[in-house]
């Protein structure tokens, strides 16, 4: 009877799970089929590396490409080099008493907060109150505040999967805890950190609501690159022509291409993430 029972449970979990993830796969299958079919059309050579003109009902996309491109590497070099070095401190020197567990409580809930608060906040410090201006630094700034509890949780969880083992090994042989801790913890634990830093780069390109506030602009004749000047990003880009834009339907193609090259950006992110996972984890077996 009880075989039977734990039998019906597993068929249960196993169809719900089943279900649910074949549910998942056709909205995003209809998703992306909408986007495909609607903006291949709009792809080219000519669409990609040429500005928006006429009001973004003629050229391309290169201004917008640029500035997301910029946006995302600023908000690498803000998030990663403090969001490592804060899990480190987290997962090896940090002791375990109630205000490290205050703390990764803390972080867990940034990773919870709506976009958009992270934009206001992104205004009110560095727009106003550093006096950035609405400009590409500010934008890319909140960005990494938005990365950082990411980037932290994917660290330390990567470390944590180290045995203590090999850290015991490292340290008998002489190596002092910051030589245990570059030498060996770090390196075996990098697949995973590479994993988590470019998934939350990924997702950081595509946030539309952060640059809403902070600097991001509806249209730039030509294309800049100044850290202290607005920009123009694919999202809110594509958030632009798809509701705002006075001439919606004579857009809507752009649009669509827009998407679809936003798209093929995080997937190729993506992908980068599960090749280097691949590759690291290819020469630890």
């Known amino acids: 009877m009880q075989y039977k029972t734990n039998r019906l449970s597993s068929v249960i979990e196993w169809g719900t799970l089943l279900s649910t993830t074949l549910i998942v796969c056709f909205f995003l299958f209809v998703i992306i089929w909408e986007i495909v079919s609607k903006g291949v059309s709009s792809l080219s050579l000519e669409f990609v590396s040429k500005v928006p003109s006429a009001g973004m009902t003629k050229g391309g996309i290169l201004t917008p490409i640029i500035g997301t491109v910029l946006l995302t590497l600023i908000t690498a ?159 809110y880009h594509l958030y632009m022509l798809s509701t705002q834009h006075q001439s919606i339907d004579q857009v809507r193609p752009i649009a669509y291409g827009t998407a679809l090259v936003l798209v093929i950006v995080v997937f190729l992110l993506n992908l980068t993430a599960f090749y280097i996972r691949y590759k690291y984890r290819k020469n630890e077996n």
């Open 77 to 235: 070099l803000f998030a990663i080099p403090f969001g490592v070095c804060c899990a480190i401190y987290l997962n090896e020197y940090a002791e375990n008493n109630w205000l490290t567990r205050t703390i990764r409580a803390s972080i867990r809930n940034l990773s919870g907060v709506p976009s958009i608060i992270y934009g206001l906040f992104g205004l009110a410090l560095f727009v106003q109150a550093l006096q950035f201006g609405t400009s590409l630094i500010a934008a890319g700034l909140t960005l990494g505040l938005l990365s950082l509890p990411y980037i932290i949780t994917t660290t330390e969880e990567a470390l944590k999967r180290i045995p203590n083992s090999t850290r015991e090994a490292a340290l008998a042989v002489g190596a002092t805890k910051f030589e245990t801790i570059k030498d060996v913890v770090l390196p075996s634990a990098m697949s995973g950190i590479l994993t988590g830093v470019v998934l939350t780069l990924s997702r950081a390109a595509g946030e539309t609501a952060p640059i809403l506030f902070t600097g991001a602009a509806f249209y730039i004749n030509g294309t800049t690159g100044y850290l202290n000047q607005e920009f123009m990003a694919l999202p």
